[in-house]
């Protein structure tokens, strides 16, 4: 029997975190899980009603951060724990505002792997606006021309922020994008539903869920540190082309994500919350570069 660990970073959404926990116990196909929980430093208290909640639940560990560490190292905490401490054969990563929809979630994971002997398996994901988003992303590393035009567009936004100007200059484009007919689309397959109905091999993977095998946690301990916020998919997804690891989208297995659907939500955030976020996009995509090179480095020696 294979011990699935599940990961689920909070940070001030204790309402969510339990909902999420409430699913992986009703639903999950096996009793050999543990759900490690990890407070990224909540400023509404939330890791402290967490840690009382949970208190009596020998299935449940909450693990509090003394400073919010950012979306990859916050889940590298739980990662080390569910490797080194439980011992499990398998990790998901779990956004809190995620939960599950099936009653044979083990079972399809524990199939794949036996098929593929995946790295990394993404699930479909369904939200409140759309049937099927976020998974499968693109079927091809970033290209540095891709890279360098993104973070140009990160750096007007970012200059178009410190001039408060942000909001309509944005407005007019998605009008001028309308009026045109274009997408907007980061891949060609992106908008397409037939995609996302049908099992891939070697795609991005969104990071709302994201399972790992044995295949990648004997030779990982959690995703790419330097980052703080933002591009861990694309880094993830290089590095697992890189080292030549099988990444598997299967839509048999499902999860719901409620996230912050909305697009104008976005506009209700702070400006200087919005300006941090900015940066952290760049100093992310400083991250993405160097692992680029990397690839596209060890893509030449291959070929040659």
Known sequence: MHKIGFIILNYNTPEETKNCVKSIEERLDTQDFHIVIVDNYSSDNSGAQLQKEFAKNQAITVLPNNENMGFAKGNNVGFAFAKHDLNCDFIVMLNSDTYLLQDDFATIIFEEYNKSKFAILGPRVISPKHLYSDNPGRNTVMSMRELDNYVW?????????????????????????????????????????????????????????????????????????????????????????????????????????????????IWKRPILKRRNNYVFILQSAKVLRAVLTEYHSNKKEIEQ
Request: proline letters at 3%; charged letters at 30%.
């Open 153 to 265: 567009k990160v750096r007007i936004h970012l200059y178009l922020n410190h001039l408060q100007i942000e909001k309509p200059a944005n407005d007019l484009l998605a009008l001028l994008k309308k009026w045109k007919g274009k997408q907007g689309l980061s891949t060609e397959t992106a908008g397409d539903e037939s995609w996302k109905k049908i099992r891939h091999e070697n795609v991005l993977l969104h990071g709302c869920c994201l399972v790992f095998s044995p295949a990648y946690i004997e030779r990982f301990d959690g995703l790419d540190s330097r980052t703080f916020l933002y591009l861990e998919e694309d880094i993830l997804f290089t590095k697992m082309m890189k080292e030549q690891l099988l990444t598997v989208y299967n839509p048999k297995l499902k999860i719901f994500h409620t996230e912050d659907v909305s697009t104008d939500l």
